[in-house]
Antibody, heavy 119, light 107 residues
């Protein structure tokens, strides 16, 4: 069974870059059946899809964030990563990594990590 | 973008009740619709995929239906563990979008 775990700083200063990593265990990130995604949830609010990446490196981003987001994959470490630049307080949220298959939605999720943007 | 609108936003019900949550899409699509349950401080949990398919391990009191622009999640007989927030999500096209959520409260 897949397990995903987010890691990274819990506090980021405004205008800086938020960087998170998701470590996958219980399976290979190179499995061609899976896509790997990031979703976020501001405190007390709903879910927002940030983007997906395939093991080959093909990535798809939410247009609302596209100019600031980069998702990458490191198959040697079984990890994928999120970078969000020029953050503001509006980017304060719990960030989740998750996996989906080519036909099924997000079935496995990390526990989530709260990132606060504040000086 | 496909906008997803859930109703109601809040639902008060009692143990044993049958409840239905509706998710309407701003444009029609096939069955690429999921339902998730989220409890406070926890990650969402997949309940239903492809509009009507029950995820493994999810109790059979949960069911999904619909196509086009209207989809529903039904809980046939509410149990104490079911009080949570529910989200629909379309994964028909990018960007994937979620409904705003329905909070199911104990009456």
């Amino acid at each position: 069974q897949l397990q995903l775990q987010e890691s990274g700083p819990g506090l980021v200063k405004p205008s800086e870059t938020l960087s998170l990593t998701c470590t996958v265990s219980g399976g290979s990130i190179s499995n061609s059946n899976y896509y790997w995604g990031w979703i976020r949830q501001p405190p007390g609010k709903g879910l927002e899809w940030i983007g997906n990446i395939y093991y080959s490196g093909s990535a798809y981003y939410n247009p609302s964030l596209k100019s600031r987001v980069t998702i990458s994959v490191d198959t040697s470490k079984n990890q994928f990563s999120l970078k969000l630049s020029s953050v503001t307080a509006a980017d304060t949220a719990v960030y989740y990594c998750a996996s989906m298959t080519t036909v099924n939605p997000f079935g496995y999720w990390g526990q989530g990590t709260l990132v606060t943007v504040s000086s | 973008d496909i906008q997803m609108t859930q109703s109601p936003s809040t639902l008060s019900a009692s143990v044993g009740d049958r409840v239905t949550i509706t998710c309407r899409a701003s444009q029609s699509f096939s069955s690429w619709l999921a339902w998730y349950q989220q409890k406070p401080g926890k990650a969402p949990k997949l309940l239903i995929y492809k509009a009507s398919n029950l995820e493994s391990g999810v109790p059979s009191r949960f069911s999904g239906s619909g196509s086009g622009t209207e989809f529903t999640l039904t809980i046939s007989s509410l149990q104490p563990d079911d009080f949570a927030t529910y989200y629909c999500q379309q994964y028909n096209s990018f960007p994937y979008t979620f409904g705003q959520g329905t909070k199911l409260e104990i009456k």
